[in-house]
């Protein structure tokens, strides 16, 4: 929805209405309603009020503050309808039997309204349409796929599958993070409270030397003014600035991909190379997974897009299914993007011309899958020498500056 300021003649006078609408005409249509007497002589698309921007800003924090459907959940209850519509159960009735003994409520409540909806005459695929959000893309292609071809069990076996691949993934790689990150917050507490209360130990002696202070002293004193003076500011600015980063990355498509293109840009360390690795893994995996069910490759590479969660990859996944379109290869259209190594593409290429390219694409999955792997099992090894030099740096700014003022009294004790 959109905001519009509407400009109305009313018994000769202009007046200014702000009106929230999909787009103009709407707006238009909309006063129009709401000033059944008056003129609608202009509408422009303008920025929200400022009550309704912060209203809506809390409103999306308070959203996404919600906890999500666990996937393992989400898993469970597509394994549950496989194995039942494979022994032979109506979906109707399988859905019921998942709804009332799900534990999840939410996931509980959705299958209770997908299953009144097919009992009220619609389609599997159709019920399932409006809880596309918490399902994803995959899950509904996998829908119309089983209904499709009339095995909804073979179809939900392999969506759980996919799905189960996809939260191994990512779950490697939080697990991988964990350490380094607990670390990092355990070292700026440590050296918080070093700041906060080491150091104002020695400020009253450091003071009444009448000699210059060594930079790390004068760095160290600096640290100790700001934080007894502004801490509780300088959370406040960096939790609020946190909140307002996520906020914006999930509700600003420019934003987002202003992000994630740095998230991927070679100089961002590591963490490019396993979003870049993740995200390839996942995308190759349901475009492989869906060509080698039956569905064709134009509709197979719109769903796996809907995989990709980098905007700056998703808009290069884009282009493939738009230049297949213009009568390129698949090889060839993905060599465009620049996110495929030459020797990925020969063997797509080469799985194309054989026939067999759900088979290749396998391969694919596999490599990516492989270097995701051995990039997470060395992850530790690659941050260990960046967490050393942290530390080392830390204890060393402490040192010398509580220590080189200590030695400037020795030498002039002793002189």
């Not at 299958?111 to 509904?140: C, R, T, W």
């Not at 070292?187 to 020695?202: N, Q, Y």
Request: glycine share 6%; aromatic share 8%.
């Amino acid at each position: 929805m959109k905001y519009f300021d509407v400009t109305i003649l009313d018994k000769g006078k202009k007046r200014h209405e702000i009106l929230k609408a999909e787009n103009k005409m709407a707006a238009v249509k909309a006063a129009k309603q709401k000033f059944p007497t008056s003129l609608v002589t202009k509408s422009v698309e303008t920025s929200a009020p400022l009550e309704d921007a912060i209203s809506e800003f809390f409103a999306n924090i308070k959203k996404s503050s919600k906890s999500k459907i666990p996937i393992a959940d989400k898993i469970s209850t597509i394994r549950q309808i496989a194995v039942m519509t494979d022994a032979g159960i109506a979906i109707n009735e399988c859905l019921a039997e998942v709804a009332e003994h799900t534990e999840n409520k939410d996931l509980a409540n959705i299958f209770a309204k997908i299953n009144a909806d097919i009992n009220a005459g619609n389609s599997m695929y159709d019920a399932m349409l409006p809880y596309q959000p918490e399902f994803g893309h995959v899950a509904l292609a996998m829908t119309n796929l089983g209904e499709r071809t009339g095995n909804l069990s073979e179809a939900y076996h392999k969506l759980a599958s996919i799905m189960e691949s996809v939260r191994d993934n990512n779950s490697k790689f939080k697990k991988a993070i964990r350490g380094p990150r607990n670390t990092l917050i355990a070292m700026g507490i440590a050296f918080t409270i070093l700041i906060s209360v080491v150091v104002p130990k020695f400020k009253d002696i450091f003071e009444q030397l009448n000699t210059e202070l060594p930079l790390p002293t004068i760095i160290l004193l600096k640290l100790e003014w700001a934080f007894s003076n502004y801490g509780v500011l300088i959370l406040a600015i960096l939790f609020g600035s946190i909140v307002v980063m996520k906020y914006l990355y999930k509700n600003n498509k420019d934003f987002k991909l202003q992000m994630d293109r740095v998230l991927i840009h070679p100089r961002f360390f590591l963490i490019n190379k396993a979003i870049f690795l993740s995200t390839m893994h996942k995308y190759n995996l349901v475009f492989g997974e869906l060509v080698k069910s039956g569905i064709p490759v134009a509709e197979a590479l719109d769903t796996a897009v809907g995989m990709v969660d980098n905007e700056a990859m998703k808009i290069e996944f884009m282009t493939v299914n738009a230049n297949i379109g213009r009568g390129m290869s698949l090889a060839e259209a993905f060599k465009i993007t620049n996110l495929y190594e030459n020797m990925l593409l020969q063997m797509i290429k080469a799985g194309e011309a054989g026939g067999q390219l759900d088979a290749m694409l396998e391969k694919v999955t596999g490599y990516y899958e492989m270097e995701f792997e051995d990039l997470i099992d060395n992850l530790a090894a690659y941050i260990e020498p960046i967490m050393m030099f942290f530390i080392a740096g830390l204890v060393l700014l402490m040192a010398l500056g509580i220590f080189m003022p200590m030695w400037d009294m020795g030498k002039a004790a002793k002189n």
